[in-house]
């Protein structure tokens, strides 16, 4: 591969990952600077384990490659697997922008008759070539050329070249299954999992103890999230059998760690303890509807737990990983998206329920009490939904400045003595059988030494404080416009009039109606008072490059009336 500059180099850096389970066999490489050639080879690896004791053996290998830009890169390596194979790997010869494929291709060579399971996207495949005893099946890219990162675009999946196979019928780890469907595959893992349930009888004993006084699934669950939360943390765990088989509860009850099987297995076996039942369950976190026809832990990246409640037909689905995340609460990586419950007679693909968009919103109030030089005290209240409401999950970890940043981020001023005045949420009043929407409200001052500009008797007063600015794009749009889930945010500002100053102009009113989103702007005055009320409601949406002049003005005419401004003429009573 040809590697014309420094943010060229990491696509070109061999990468790979072995385990208990795969051995690197022959590696080789070469670099072409200006005509010179250099080797490299197996013994050039960089190799580091990293599985911080809870995978067998998991390591990472690597080899940097310098040179003179633009210089050419050839590499080629063979993985020896061994204990069998449950997914072949995945074929992802783009990972970025402004990568070019001028020739790739994926070849497995099989034994006769082996059936398999695959996806693939944006590649061509070929006829398969039979012989004798085997059977090689390809799939080929050619002069794919680079994809553009544009504002509200499709997502990358959609538009690299991918291929996912793996084998129907497997063995794996000394044990044999199938990936005809779910169900199967289900059956499958739940095998797996058998007998990494038990805890040691100290600790069933203490988690009886605990939840002694509870009456109720759901209060019995409440108090094992929250031992979940004060007695373990996430570590990641991708490789060999750990990345299917969860780490015994009894080691994550010794050690305090795990990662997202461990975790939820973990909460499983101690509410099995305290007779709750629940069910693990794999998920996609980064697609909600799985690829059709591939039935294969191969495109999954995350487990979690479903714990139905008996006493109100609820079911609460755990972020096992971040116990932060409020009981009842589905977050924006889970709701809506298809998942495969693993019960002991197998999986079930079924889909979590998703949240109206109307939910999905935030406010903002700014009083601005603005003073006869142009400076100004701000008193602000700012109020998150739904989704909107998951940056404030980790409130109380943030520092001070952290969380400054957060909340004046685009501010058109610099803010000096800010303090946060009082902040709610109702993130722990999840009530089972009643809706519950994750809600914060935080209340904030500060001053800004010039916030209105003073010129010939007038000050100009900027309408909002936050910089709304949406981007936009001079060149010809190649993506289509893709707004994956509909929004409502509305500003309303509050501008007190200092003594000598009167309105001389408010800004024009705007209503904007279109197929992706609407807004609206008003200006009102009272007394000493000027009331701006703006407001912006996307939709959830999808249209082709063609539609994005007219999506362009919209922007365009949004981005005005954020930066449009109350003028005030000295002289008033």
């Given at each position: 591969m040809l590697v014309n500059n420094e943010k060229g180099l990491r696509h070109a850096t061999p990468i790979i990952y072995t385990d208990s389970f795969k051995t690197i066999g022959g590696f080789s490489g070469e670099i072409e600077d200006g005509g010179r050639k250099s080797k490299f080879g197996k013994k050039d690896l960089f190799t580091q384990s990293i599985s911080s004791g809870l995978a067998e053996d998991s390591y990472i290998s690597a080899y940097q490659p310098s040179g003179r830009y633009p210089f050419t890169v050839r590499y080629e390596y063979t993985v020896n697997y061994k204990g069998g194979i449950e997914t072949f790997p995945v074929f992802a010869p783009?990972?970025?922008?402004?990568?070019?494929i001028k020739s790739a291709s994926y070849t497995l060579d099989l034994p006769a008759g082996?059936?398999?399971?695959?996806?693939?996207?944006?590649?061509?495949e070929l006829p398969p070539v039979h012989t004798k005893d085997r059977v090689q099946l390809q799939w080929k890219v050619e002069d794919f050329q680079p994809f553009k990162n544009e504002f509200l675009m499709p997502p990358g999946t959609e538009l690299v070249p991918v291929v996912y196979v793996a084998p129907r019928q497997f063995e794996y780890a000394l044990t044999s299954g199938s990936q005809s469907d779910w169900k199967e595959y289900g059956l499958w893992l739940s095998g797996l999992q058998q007998g990494s349930d038990v805890l040691p009888e100290s600790a069933i004993?203490?988690?009886q103890e605990i939840t002694k006084d509870c009456s109720s699934d759901y209060e019995k669950l409440k108090v094992l999230y929250n031992h979940l939360r004060e007695t373990t943390r996430y570590v990641a765990i991708e490789l060999g059998i750990g990345k299917l088989k969860p780490i015994a509860a009894s080691e994550v009850e010794r050690s305090g760690y795990g990662d997202c099987k461990a975790l939820s297995n973990y909460l499983y076996a101690m509410l099995k303890a305290v007779g709750v039942p629940s069910v693990y369950y794999i998920i996609n976190t980064k697609r909600a509807t799985l690829f059709p026809g591939f039935t294969s832990t191969g495109q999954m990246n995350h487990a979690m737990l479903a714990v139905p409640l008996r006493e109100s037909g609820?079911?609460?689905?755990?972020?096992?990983?971040n116990p932060r995340i409020p009981l009842g609460y589905r977050h924006e990586d889970v709701a809506g998206h298809q998942i495969v419950l693993i019960h002991p007679e197998g999986g079930e693909l079924t889909r979590v329920g998703a949240y109206a968009d109307s939910l999905s919103r935030s406010t903002q109030r700014a009083d601005v009490l603005l003073a006869a030089d142009g400076s100004a005290d701000f008193n602000v209240r700012q109020e998150y939904f739904l989704d909107l409401a998951e940056s404030f999950f980790d409130w109380d970890d943030m520092k001070p400045e952290s969380r400054q940043r957060f909340l004046t981020e685009g501010f058109k001023m610099h803010p000096e003595s800010f303090r946060i005045n009082w902040n709610r949420d109702n993130f722990d009043s999840f009530t089972p059988g009643q809706p519950f929407c994750p809600a914060e409200s935080i209340d904030f001052s500060f001053n800004a030494p010039i916030y209105g500009r003073t010129e010939n008797g007038r000050m100009f007063v900027p309408v909002n404080p936050v910089s709304k600015k949406m981007p936009t794009q001079k060149s010809a749009r190649v993506n289509d416009i893709c707004i994956p889930a509909a929004y409502t945010h509305a500003d309303t500002t509050v501008v007190h009039i200092p003594e000598g100053y009167v309105v001389e102009s408010m800004p024009d009113a705007v209503l904007l109606d279109t197929p992706w989103a609407c807004y609206s702007s008003a200006a009102s005055s009272s007394g000493d008072r000027v009331t701006i009320v703006q407001s912006i409601s996307f939709k959830k949406y999808r249209s082709g490059k063609d539609t994005y002049p007219a999506f362009k003005d919209f922007i365009l005419k949004v981005n005005q009336s954020y930066d449009s401004t109350l003028v005030l003429k000295s002289g008033g009573k």
């Open positions: 783009m990972g970025a922008v402004n990568v070019l082996t059936e398999i399971v695959s996806y693939s996207h944006n590649v061509q004993a203490k988690l609820d079911t609460v689905f755990v972020e096992c990983t």
